[in-house]
């Protein structure tokens, strides 16, 4: 259950507020929020959270990641400026939703650091190369595409052409079954 301590604190140190005046499926309209940006955070008094998409006038646009409504006239505050999850180590197997919150029932994720959820994409410029060949044990393929591991790939054709059996064998093929 939601502690109401955490919004309360928020309220208190000038977080900007909003109230919900107005939904549609997964959107939320506040009316307020001012000093938000698009992709900031956003805690409702019933613990629930929100990803503001856009600023309009007098309204902000939120989506909701909450599993259940909320209801009109619930006030919100302004959680992180900026939208951000935990990062590190101790995420590698663990099961989490996208607030980084554990849903494997292993305890809480004890993260190294903190990372920004909206970020530019380093530059072609800046990416490491690729060049270690990926063999697909398929002569043909292997022959005329030359792939690299790493290189993203759109396997096109139509229904039921093998594209999926193909991936498959490729995959045993590359974990060592194929050889």
Same mark, same amino acid.
Do not use: W
């Given at each position: 259950?939601?502690?109401?301590?955490?919004?309360a604190?928020?309220?208190?140190?000038?977080?900007?507020?909003?109230?919900?005046?107005? +939904?549609? #499926?997964?959107?939320?309209? +506040?009316?307020?929020?001012?000093?938000?940006s698009?992709?900031?955070?956003?805690?409702?008094?019933?613990?629930?959270?929100? +990803? $503001?998409?856009?600023?309009?006038?007098?309204v902000?646009?939120?989506? #909701?990641? =909450?599993?259940s409504?909320?209801?009109l006239?619930?006030?919100?505050v302004?959680?992180q400026?900026?939208?951000?999850?935990g990062?590190?180590?101790?995420?590698?197997?663990?099961?989490?939703n996208?607030?980084?919150e554990?849903?494997?029932?292993?305890?809480? $994720?004890?993260?190294s650091?903190?990372?920004?959820?909206f970020?530019?994409?380093?530059?072609?410029?800046?990416?490491?190369? +690729? #060049?270690?060949?990926?063999v697909t044990? $398929?002569?043909?393929v292997? =022959?005329?595409?030359p792939?690299?591991?790493?290189q993203?790939?759109?396997?096109l054709?139509?229904?039921?052409?093998?594209? #999926?059996?193909?991936?498959?064998?490729?995959?045993?093929?590359?974990?060592g079954?194929?050889?």
């Amino acid at each position: 259950m939601f502690d109401n301590q955490t919004f309360a604190k928020l309220v208190a140190d000038g977080h900007p507020t909003g109230e919900v005046v107005g +939904l549609t #499926s997964l959107i939320i309209r +506040l009316r307020g929020l001012e000093g938000a940006s698009v992709n900031s955070l956003v805690l409702f008094e019933d613990g629930s959270r929100g +990803l $503001v998409r856009s600023i309009r006038d007098e309204v902000t646009e939120v989506l #909701s990641l =909450a599993v259940s409504g909320v209801p009109l006239g619930t006030l919100a505050v302004l959680e992180q400026p900026v939208y951000q999850v935990g990062v590190g180590e101790a995420l590698i197997g663990r099961i989490v939703n996208v607030l980084g919150e554990p849903l494997d029932g292993k305890g809480p $994720v004890a993260v190294s650091d903190y990372a920004d959820v909206f970020t530019e994409a380093p530059g072609i410029t800046e990416r490491a190369v +690729l #060049s270690d060949h990926l063999v697909t044990g $398929v002569a043909i393929v292997d =022959a005329l595409f030359p792939f690299v591991l790493g290189q993203r790939l759109a396997i096109l054709g139509d229904n039921k052409s093998g594209k #999926s059996t193909f991936l498959r064998q490729v995959t045993h093929f590359q974990a060592g079954v194929g050889q």
